[in-house]
């Protein structure tokens, strides 16, 4: 087990994260399982990883993060034709992978514990479902950390851009216009309405200019409630019908479906694409996506190089 050589700081005072650094520390735990996947079965693949969730796209110009980040979830993409499809061969992958997380966060000061492990997640491949690693923090800093396992070598950017397909097809369960508004818990309520920020955020260099100039108001107050800290069920109970109203949703799948139509891929059926379509994203969508995507990153780097007085 490699303990992380990041000496960066991660946490910043009681509510703030540096989410460039978490974003290498997550790539830094896939190196180091693609230096045991090398050593133990001569697979010389890369894996790749880094943040899922776009508090990123919004942070400050220092990567660090404007509100209260406690959910750190990532995205692991992983080869398919590999010593790791036996199952007894990917527990012992999940294990290192766990054991070096855990290490790398601790050298910032959290404590993941109580790892499970193995949950399928909807709206994936059929073929080959993306599963879960989920720990809580002992420390109580954060809530919990949760790699999503992906069946597919690919950038980062790529498999930012293919999982946002599937959540856009669990934000649409709440605003699907062929059902009315649905009564729901507040925080799941809350959870949605912070996706279909983030997926709006993600997606916009694809989005319509048409519908960029409708959305762009609502994100903008969705925006605003979330930096300023979103309690309120009836302000949220509010949000959720004016996003709904707005059908937000369908801009976001008139964005990516017409390049994956291009090679006869329906982004309403993602889960029955071949399995060797896990993660793929057409020409047109990496040219407008991956430098959005990749350049926040650039971006808060060549920031954090700059000398401070």
């Known amino acids: 087990m490699i303990s992380s050589p990041l000496a960066k700081k991660l946490v910043i005072g009681p509510r703030n994260l540096n989410l460039c650094h978490l974003h290498d520390l997550f790539q830094t735990t896939a190196n180091t399982a693609s230096t045991w996947l090398k050593s133990e079965f001569a697979v010389d693949t890369p894996i790749t990883a880094g943040m899922w969730g776009g508090a990123y796209l919004v942070a400050d110009e220092m990567g660090v993060s404007r509100t209260n980040v406690v959910r750190l979830y990532s995205l692991v993409n992983l080869p398919q034709g590999t010593p790791l499809d036996e199952k007894e061969n990917f527990e012992k992958f999940v294990i290192l992978y766990r054991e070096t997380l855990q290490s790398n966060f601790k050298v910032h000061g959290l404590d993941f514990v109580d790892p499970r492990w193995g949950e399928a997640i909807p709206y994936t491949?059929?073929?080959?479902?993306?599963?879960?690693?989920?720990?809580?923090?002992?420390?109580?800093?954060?809530?919990?950390?949760?790699?999503?396992?992906?069946?597919?070598?690919?950038?980062?950017?790529?498999?930012?851009?293919?999982?946002?397909?599937?959540?856009?097809?669990?934000?649409?369960?709440?605003?699907?216009?062929?059902?009315?508004?649905?009564?729901?818990?507040?925080?799941?309520?809350?959870?949605?309405?912070?996706?279909?920020?983030?997926?709006?955020?993600?997606?916009?260099?694809?989005?319509?200019?048409?519908?960029?100039?409708?959305?762009?108001?609502?994100?903008?107050?969705?925006?605003?409630?979330?930096?300023?800290?979103?309690?309120?069920?009836?302000?949220?109970?509010?949000?959720?019908?004016?996003?709904?109203?707005?059908a937000l949703v369908?801009?976001?799948?008139?964005?990516?479906?017409?390049?994956?139509?291009?090679?006869?891929?329906?982004?309403?059926?993602?889960?029955k694409w071949p399995a060797e379509k896990i993660n793929w994203v057409p020409e047109e969508l990496k040219e407008k996506l991956v430098p959005h995507l990749e350049g926040k990153f650039a971006t808060y780097r060549e920031n954090l190089a700059q000398p401070r007085h």
């Open 125 to 246: 491949n059929e073929i080959r479902p993306t599963t879960t690693l989920q720990m809580w923090d002992a420390t109580g800093r954060v809530k919990f950390t949760r790699a999503f396992f992906v069946w597919n070598t690919a950038t980062w950017a790529e498999s930012v851009i293919y999982d946002t397909i599937r959540n856009i097809k669990i934000i649409k369960e709440l605003l699907n216009l062929d059902h009315r508004p649905l009564k729901k818990a507040t925080d799941e309520l809350k959870f949605m309405l912070q996706d279909a920020m983030i997926i709006y955020f993600t997606l916009e260099p694809a989005l319509t200019p048409d519908f960029r100039e409708h959305a762009q108001p609502l994100v903008d107050e969705l925006f605003q409630h979330f930096i300023k800290g979103l309690h309120d069920s009836e302000v949220i109970e509010d949000l959720y019908h004016k996003v709904y109203s707005h």
């Open 250 to 271: 369908y801009g976001y799948e008139e964005g990516l479906a017409p390049a994956y139509k291009k090679d006869g891929l329906d982004i309403h059926e993602i889960e």
